[in-house]
């Protein structure tokens, strides 16, 4: 695991909320430590541990990561039930520079969106139905071009498992962080990749203990989304397609596959 794992009976220090369009949440109290993932502007955390200018802090979906405390606000007060949640748009804020927030920040109460789009709770979850067909067609559309980033959770960086929980929490489903945590969700899907449905998680192993170390979604027919140091980023592969090299060795490293809807 890449983080602390959560603990939900440890007490809270306090509350605070995401100052920043992206905060890196790292392994260890010092920036040169490995970011583990990243919390969004607006989103709050509980902070476990203050320790200096470094706080312990636990995101919504337990993942717990050390993060800086000037990514933080403890006096910004938790979005309301009229949140904005950004698609990607650029706002201006009072007294402040404009700013380009990622896909699922939470947009303030004074924010004025420039460019871009962003949408209430109620419009999100009528734009991304909890449907699995849409969910692919989400994690196809939303990551085009998306640079692999170990930790990231967004567009503008990702990982494997970052992709698969973005793409679920746009049609509010909350998976973990993690590709592990992940293959724990959901049901048995089977192990023919070649028939999965679209949004089935695919799971892989490159480790001898045959560990979960990598995720991607189905989109039906068999193929799948994903994000893959291998490929840079963002690929969709062709699962038949034995003559790719790395198609291949995919298939020689899958496990398993999991429904979540």
Partial sequence: MRATEATDN??????????TPVAPMHAEPRIASPMVSQQ???HTVDVLEPHGEWWRARGADGYEGWMHQGFLSR???PPGDGARISLGCTVG???????????????????????????TLAELATRFPRD??????????????????????????ADCSGLAQSAYALHGIALPRDAWQQAECGQDAGRDRLVLEPADLLFFSDRPDRRVTHVGMS???????HLALSRGGYHVEQLADVSDAFVKSLGERFLFARRIL
């Fill in 40 to 42: 969004l502007s607006g």
């Fill in 93 to 119: 804020r009072h007294g402040r520079a404009t700013c380009k927030l990622p896909l699922l920040a939470v947009l303030g109460a004074e924010d004025q969106v420039e460019s871009g789009e962003a949408v």
């Fill in 132 to 157: 699995a067909a849409a969910i692919a067609e989400t994690a196809r559309r939303e990551f085009v071009g998306t640079s692999y980033l170990w930790g990231g959770i967004t567009p503008w960086g």
């Fill in 219 to 225: 989109l039906g027919e068999g193929r799948m989304v």
């Fill in 75 to 77: 006096d910004t007060p």
């Fill in 10 to 19: 440890e007490p809270v220090s306090f509350r605070a909320t995401v100052c």
